[in-house]
């Protein structure tokens, strides 16, 4: 499905990025000969360059092209580095004020799992910090010249609704906050695991935590099955290098557990199967299987009709459609009347309406409930 998974090029880009000498080679020659590029790569392609020009040089790979992308390269190397200063500047500051620290994805993948760096381009920065830390994380920030796009009375809202928040620094670099590592449900204990069986991790001089293997594999794939009009390919070549580096470490019992009890089987059955059947990932089979047989939950059901399966996320309709799933996945478990009055109050905060019930009837006019309803059954997968 376009949007969820890669296109034929875009699969040809990350085989030359990942696979060995001949496979590589063979998939960059073919994208070479073979890619519409008459009107210029698609952002998800220009991301993979630098990985296919990493794993292409070693092999020794001839073409005119490698001299644009050596220089693509190069410029991901100098990003890199100036994202790692600001990184190790934040981190210190936040650590200095008692806060805990936790790097996320790119931070955390280029400097610890793949060879190069470079090789794994970052246009912002991820870092988590405790949901309770949330008001002085942001003090902090302010302090260092980071500034929000929303005012001060509605930081409480964005900190409850969303599980990260953008910032920018007075010279133009981006950071996303995260209070929680991944958008589930709202429980304050369903991120504790991540943090207490979390492994050091450096950023400078300064000593934080960063997941491990294991919880990092399951987040890089839950976090990137969404459907999206970019989609977020560079999750296939995170998951390929942890478990390039750490597979031995994987324990996939729990991988299966996590995704039963944070209510994403679907998602994480998605991921590991096409990883298994696109990159020969060592996913055991029982785990599939056991992902495939367990029933699905209403918030995954609603979930996959909204947020994962929502390809028309650039329209009204589907805009509001991926609100709902998203509050659905975060306050399940309400009593109907609470959570159709939170849900009104999130619409508010999304759209900010003056009227809250205004916003409500304007939603459930547009037949979200109705779509809903229609997706007993989902559209056809594809995991290869």
Wanted: proline letters at 5%; glycine letters at 6%; aromatic letters at 10%.
């Amino acid at each position: 499905m376009p949007g969820l998974w890669p296109t034929a090029d875009q699969l040809l880009l990350l085989k030359a990025g990942l696979l060995g000498k001949d496979e590589a080679c063979e998939a960059m020659q073919l994208w070479l000969d073979e890619a519409d590029r008459s009107n210029g790569l698609d952002g998800a392609s220009v991301r993979l360059l630098s990985l296919a020009y990493s794993n292409l040089q070693q092999f020794c790979f001839q073409a005119p092209l490698m001299n644009r992308l050596a220089a693509t390269h190069r410029a991901s190397r100098l990003k890199a580095a100036s994202l790692f200063h600001d990184a190790e500047k934040l981190a210190a500051a936040l650590s200095d004020a008692g806060i805990p620290v936790m790097v996320l994805k790119g931070l955390h993948l280029a400097q610890e799992y793949y060879p190069d760096p470079a090789a794994r381009p970052m246009n912002d920065l991820d870092l988590a910090v405790p949901k309770a830390h949330a008001e002085a994380a942001n003090r902090v920030l302010e302090g260092l010249g980071y500034s929000r796009d929303f005012a001060d009375e509605a930081f409480e809202k964005c900190v409850r609704y969303q599980h990260a928040l953008p910032y920018v620094s007075d010279k133009g670099a981006d950071l996303d906050l995260h209070f929680r590592v991944l958008l589930l449900r709202d429980d304050p204990t369903c991120d504790d695991v991540f943090w207490q069986q979390s492994v050091p991790f450096r950023l400078g001089n300064t000593p934080v935590v960063a997941m491990n293997p294991t919880h990092l594999l399951f987040h890089t794939v839950v976090h990137g099955i969404c459907w999206n009009p970019m989609p977020p390919l560079r999750w296939i070549a995170d998951a390929m290098m942890v478990l390039r580096k750490s597979g031995n470490e994987i324990d996939w019992n729990e991988i299966g557990d996590l995704a039963v009890s944070r209510q994403v089987t679907h998602r994480a059955r998605l991921g590991l199967q096409y990883l298994n059947a696109s990159f020969h990932a060592p996913v055991p089979e029982g785990l599939i299987e056991r992902l495939k047989t367990c029933p699905e939950s209403l918030v995954e059901r609603v979930e996959n009709a909204c947020i994962i399966y929502n390809t028309e996320q650039d329209d009204v309709l589907g805009i509001y459609r991926r609100w709902f799933g998203e509050h659905t996945r975060r306050f399940s478990g309400r009593n109907p009347v609470r959570f159709l009055y939170e849900f009104a109050d999130y619409l508010r905060f999304r759209t900010e309406q003056v009227h809250t019930f205004a916003g409500l009837v304007c939603f459930v006019a547009l037949g979200v409930f109705k779509y809903v309803g229609r997706k007993a059954g989902f559209p056809a997968e594809r995991a290869s």
